[in-house]
Nanobody, 126 residues
Framework: VQLQASGGGLVQPGGSLTLSCAAS????????MAWFRQTPVKDREFVAA????????YYSDSVKGRFTISRDNSKNTVYLQMNSLKPDDTAVYYC????????????????????WGQGTLVTVSS
């Protein structure tokens, strides 16, 4: 499975962006999906995750209430809607897929994910 992240760019504080993560085939419809982010001075950080059905979503405290993760399995795509962006949200954002059985236990652990997209840069600056 190949994941292709897109939608990053430059946005002013308070603005919005929507990231997309397109998968190469529909096997991802059986996988939990997540977004992580990383900066040059911080390790890869969990942002949000969604179960394979899309019914359950999870967020880090830093983005809860501002970001929304969703998926469209008919399009093999996961989205991250980001609102009220702050300079601290500046990072490279990565999507990832998890195909195991212990998602609830490992969702925030980058090393447990099986597939990764290439990353898309989000810069929040005036």
């Amino acid at each position: 499975v190949q994941l292709q992240a897109s939608g990053g760019g430059l946005v002013q504080p308070g603005g919005s962006l929507t990231l997309s993560c397109a998968a190469s085939d529909n096997t991802v419809s059986n996988y939990a999906m997540a977004w992580f982010r990383q900066t040059p001075v911080k390790d890869r950080e969990f942002v949000a995750a969604v179960t394979y059905t899309g019914r359950n979503t999870y967020y880090s405290d830093s983005v809860k209430g501002r970001f929304t993760i969703s998926r469209d399995n008919s399009k093999n795509t996961v989205y991250l809607q980001m609102n009220s962006l702050k300079p601290d949200d500046t990072a490279v954002y990565y999507c990832a897929a998890y195909r195991g059985l212990y998602f609830m236990m490992v969702m925030s652990t980058p090393n447990m994910y099986d597939y990764w997209g290439q990353g898309t840069l989000v810069t929040v600056s005036s």
